[in-house]
């Protein structure tokens, strides 16, 4: 039985220590926001955070991810209120959805870091995030108004 | 005749098998053609994908046996170890991935630091011997330690267990690390700026 902290919560896992993070978030603890996209850390679809860093959870093993501190897409904010989005429910970023808990936790680490991205650094950071609906114009717009609530002081 | 002849040999044999007088010298024997052959074999492993990849000229990191732009315009930050949601270790794990395609790994993945990025690539020989032995331009290491990271360091030994669909370096690790060491022990000569690589 392995302990993983995730979203400020501790779980008995009953699990292989080489289990995909992702398997374990989805299937054990049913956290299901968090997508399969390829399974190869390619495109970013099932992006969490480790530590406050973006990882890729369909190749990191539950071992590397015991005794740190996992936040997944329903644990990014208490009230659905973290400034990314506010600015995806405002501007409509989504439209299938599959990329966007992907995309929303990658933007979360760049926002933190670079608090005024400039289109390139958006553009830049944003790449390893693909959205097979093409919604980066959107997401773009949706980053630079989050980075305008956040100076704001809007959300969390 | 024949006598003196005889004997003047067998005085003359005798003279030269006798070990040196004084005391031994306190480095050996300096021997810029070991040197420099020695290096040229160095140069090749350091140029092949495995080592070069890692030491692109630009501020990406290069992939595959092709040694292309790493995709998702991963770039190198001021530490080597990515920016933002692209860190290295992100998506490189504390091992290689299982499979075609996936991330290779080891637990300390980068690149060098931007403000000493230790390019390979498009180095000549003659450039490289030069930066390599450069305090100021190979991250601060004495000659010693140089073969250090050259002979074990874990992430550069990486590149001979690269996993699936990468070809590791010309020359066995044991093979390269004893071509630094003829290099560095014969006076770390640099090439001419005209010597040719080798077709090996």
């Not at chain 2, 090749?44 to 080592?51: F, G, I, K, Q, T």
């Not at chain 2, 315009?73 to 990515?82: A, I, K, N, S, Y």
């Not at chain 2, 305090?135 to 601060?140: A, E, H």
């Not at chain 2, 022990?185 to 001419?192: E, H, Q, S, V």
Request: aromatic share 4%.
């Amino acid at each position: 039985m392995l302990t993983l902290l995730v979203n400020q919560q501790s779980h008995q896992v009953d699990a292989d220590p080489d289990m995909p993070l992702l398997w374990v978030l989805r299937d054990l603890l049913g956290l299901i926001g968090t997508k399969y996209g390829c399974g190869v850390a390619q495109c970013g679809a099932c992006t969490v955070h480790l530590n406050g860093e973006a990882i890729r959870s369909c190749v990191t093993k539950l071992g590397r991810a015991v005794g740190g501190q996992v936040t997944t897409i329903e644990g990014l904010s208490p009230n659905n209120d973290h400034p990314l989005q506010l600015a995806w429910i405002e501007l409509s970023v989504p439209q299938c959805g599959y990329c966007q808990s992907g995309q929303l936790m990658a933007a979360a680490v760049l926002l933190r870091e670079n608090p005024h991205p400039t289109d390139q650094d958006i553009d830049k950071a944003m790449s390893g995030n693909l959205c097979r609906c093409g919604t980066y114009p959107r997401i773009r717009q949706a980053i630079h108004r989050a980075a305008r609530l956040q100076q704001e002081g809007g959300g969390v | 005749m024949k006598i003196i002849i005889g004997l003047s040999l067998i005085l003359l044999s005798g003279v030269l098998a006798a070990p040196p007088p004084g005391p031994p010298a306190p480095h050996p024997t300096k021997d810029s053609i070991a040197s420099v052959k020695a290096f040229m074999s160095v140069y090749e492993v350091l140029m092949s994908p495995r080592c070069m990849n890692c030491h692109p000229a630009g501020d990406a990191p290069l992939q595959g046996d092709d040694s292309h732009p790493h995709t998702m315009e991963v770039r190198r930050g001021p530490d080597g170890r990515g920016l933002y949601a692209e860190k290295c270790s992100n998506c490189h794990q504390p091992e290689n991935t299982a499979g075609l395609h996936t991330p290779p790994g080891n637990p300390k993945w980068r690149l060098p630091p931007a403000d000493t990025p230790m390019i390979f690539q498009g180095r000549t020989p003659a450039q490289l011997a030069r930066q390599l032995l450069d305090p100021k331009l190979n991250g601060g290491r004495t000659k010693e330690q140089l073969y250090e990271h050259m002979a074990k360091d874990d992430l550069v030994g990486w590149g001979w267990h690269p996993g699936e669909g990468r070809t590791p370096p010309p020359l066995s690790r044991p093979a390269f690390a004893a071509q630094v060491k003829i290099w560095l022990d014969n006076g770390a000569f640099a090439p001419k700026e005209f010597t040719k690589k080798s077709t090996n």
